[in-house]
């Protein structure tokens, strides 16, 4: 499996800024797809994650609201819409699979071993 991510970058706060993630090496039919994130010094954390069908999301109580994960059916990605970003929102992303027959929901924010994983994107947002 193969997780190639991108969109990464330098904005100010308030602004806006959009990941992709297309993988690659299976049929992710049954697959939930998600973003984690790690800032310095920090532990890696969950952001928001979506079935690859496209039927569910389910996000972190600390982008909902700003942060809008979807699907393009078109370019077969995902996409991971960040809006409103804050200082705090500063980490290297990662966009995660993981085969479950669980929704987003069901799963939450605790993802069950093995997930594969991209390489990371960084995001900075400056004050």
């Known amino acids: 499996v193969q997780l190639q991510a991108s969109g990464g970058g330098l904005v100010q706060t308030g602004e806006s800024l959009r990941l992709s993630c297309t993988p690659s090496g299976r049929n992710f039919n049954s697959y939930v797809m998600g973003w984690f994130r790690q800032a310095p010094g920090k532990e890696r954390e969950f952001v928001a994650a979506?079935?690859?069908?496209?039927?569910?999301?389910y996000y972190a109580d600390s982008v909902k609201g700003r942060f809008t994960i979807s699907r393009d059916f078109a370019k077969n990605m995902i996409n991971l819409q960040m809006n409103s970003l804050k200082f705090e929102d500063t980490a290297v992303y990662y966009c995660?699979?993981?085969?479950?027959?669980?929704?987003?929901?069901?799963?939450?924010?605790?993802?069950?071993?093995?997930?594969?994983w991209g390489q990371g994107t960084l995001v900075t947002v400056s004050s």
């Open positions: 979506i079935s690859w069908s496209g039927g569910g999301t």
């Open positions: 995660a699979a993981t085969q479950t027959r669980h929704s987003p929901s069901y799963l939450g924010s605790k993802w069950p071993a093995p997930a594969d």
